[in-house]
């Protein structure tokens, strides 16, 4: 039996500065450079985000972050997990305790943008109680994008 752990991580660390760096990779080749909103690893340090890592048997194969955007809402960022962990669950659990997170701070509301050639991010999403929505914050109407949206209670 795998030995999962989500827990707090820092974007700077090698293999997370790595992770990183591949979600970067597949991202680029999904998407144009103006349909993508990458975060560096050093905006990710900021107070207002909280960054999770994913290990499996005390190896990192995955990422996500909360950015508190303000009093109202927060946005899920940097969310990844290697091809070759997909299919355990590790995102739904990575997005669970995101969600966790925001309601331990008070948020009522969890945002996301993602882009149309992520099925599997959309089905996860979906399943989870997100709802498309509008674009928000700084973000504009985009063919590739996706925005939504999940009421937290």
């Known amino acids: ?77 940097r969310m990844f997990v290697l091809p070759e962990f997909r299919g355990l669950k590790i995102g739904r659990r990575l997005l669970d305790k995101l969600e966790s997170c925001a309601r331990a701070s008070g948020l009522k509301l969890i945002r996301l943008e993602t882009g149309i050639s992520q099925p599997e991010a959309l089905g996860l999403y979906k399943k989870a109680g997100y709802q498309h929505c509008d674009p928000f914050g700084n973000y504009t109407e985009d063919p590739l994008g996706i925005f939504m949206e999940k009421k937290l209670v």
């Open 1 to 77: 039996m795998q030995h999962i752990v989500i827990q707090r991580g820092d974007p700077a660390l090698p293999e997370v500065y790595k992770l990183i760096e591949q979600l970067d990779h597949y991202l680029t080749h999904l998407y144009r450079a103006e349909s993508n909103h990458l975060l560096s690893p050093e905006s990710l340090q900021q107070p207002n985000v909280t960054f999770l890592t994913v290990s499996v048997d005390n190896v990192i194969v995955g990422c996500g972050a909360l950015v508190k955007q303000d009093e109202d809402y927060a946005e899920i960022k």
